[in-house]
């Protein structure tokens, strides 16, 4: 089989390439093309999977090309895991939604927004040229704001298209985990959409263990999500949330945490990334190795103002374990290429999983995967504390594509307005100014 990797340069490469060297069994992927417009990037991850696949003897062949069209040509599967803008664009939506007082994570709030702005146009541009030049493709989407792009790119591939993102997988393992049980053998009843998501029963054997766990002081502070939402609000939502909900119940909280902070996350990484990548100029650098102190340094940092807000402390050794979306990229594959039936957490088209939205959207569920691709399967109705926030969400990303399609201003000032965490049409018309100024990218944005 052969994969493309869309964003063949990006940092986390290397995390999807030793995931398929530890598969050997028939019908693996054999071939990996890296694409990606920045030469220096693919030649430094190029060389790190080199090292990687030393001593592996049917490591899949590894090429890099700048040619969009020859990559895609003849793929089975592409991994699309672009990003419009790099870190300096992803600092730059921190900052100017710093500046008026709002969040401007990466994909939440007004920066989510801002990405999605970006990114969407080139999604779709992408989704056209993937149904014309490798019609018969599955598409694995990791490019964020991942739920939202999915839902772009899915007007055109359908539900060839499918989304993916660790956060859920990592969730459900870290809840497994403190209540003594096998991961792999519970199931996880977690609906929403992509970073606003709840895990509402955690089923092993038949039985909900999650009423247990609410129970537990002592249990709730052993894990990430436990400390950082407390024991109290997780005990009065009867449910744990994904981490990035803690930007929406403690939102005053994490944007004076981010203000206060010496530099926004978007710039501790692109200054780390932009150092890998220099050191890899030298021959002589040992990239494997290079690269895992810089992957370690950065899991080691994720959410620390968060942390921080909520008095958290550090991160234990047990919560850097990510639910590993390199893993559930390979199961995935594994399981349309091969028929290998599997669970997973994903994003797909909603049908008619979730009442409060049309078929269309794209939503964050558990699924059935086959040969035929991802099924979501049936869940409970979404609490009405739940339903608010997922349908103004939606509204939100709906009016992302609607000026993304039309160049429109005015669908793009609804979305900054319409959304939860943006408390102020005035600044909603701030933002979008502000981020036309900074990103020559959105200068599309010129009709009324």
Known sequence: MKLTILGGGGFRVPLVYGALLGDHAEGRVSRVTLYDTDAGRLTAVARVL??????????????ATADLDEALRGADFVFSAIRVGGLEGRAADERVALDEGVLGQETVGAGGIAYGLRTVPVALDLAR????LAPHAWVINFTNPAGLVTEAMSRHLGDRVIGICDSP?????????????????????????????????????GRDELPRLLADP??????????????????????????????????REAVRAYQDAEQTRGAFLRDQQEGFYARMKDP?????????????????????????AAGAGEREESDLESGGYEQVALALMRA????????????????????????????????????????????????????????AVKAVERAVL???????RSAAVRAFALHPLVDSVTVARRLVEGYREVHPGLAYLDRP
């Open 218 to 251: 002592a249990l709730l502070g052993s894990f990430e999500e436990g400390r950082l939402f407390g024991a109290d609000w997780l005990r009065s939502l009867g449910a744990v949330p994904n981490e990035y909900l803690h930007y929406y119940y403690f939102n």
């Open 50 to 63: 080199t090292e990687q696949a030393r001593g592996v003897p049917d490591a899949p062949e590894v090429v």
């Open 402 to 408: 609607e000026a993304a399609g039309s160049g429109s």
């Open 336 to 391: 349309i290429a091969r028929d290998e039936r599997t669970r997973l957490i994903l994003d797909v088209r909603n049908r008619a999983t979730l009442s409060v939205l049309d078929a269309d959207a794209v939503i964050e569920v558990p699924c059935l995967v086959d040969a035929n691709g991802a099924h979501p399967v049936a869940v409970d109705p979404l609490p009405y504390h739940a339903v608010g926030l997922v349908t």
């Open 169 to 205: 997988v990592g969730l459900g393992r870290r809840i497994a985990r403190v209540l003594g049980a096998d991961p792999d053998r519970a199931w996880i009843d977690y609906v929403g959409l992509n970073h606003l998501g709840w895990v509402r029963a955690l089923h092993i054997d």
């Open 129 to 132: 040229r993937i149904a014309r």
């Open 284 to 308: 002589s650098a040992p990239a494997l190795a290079t690269w895992d102190r810089t992957r370690a340094e950065r899991e080691a940092t994720y959410m620390a103002e968060n942390r921080d």
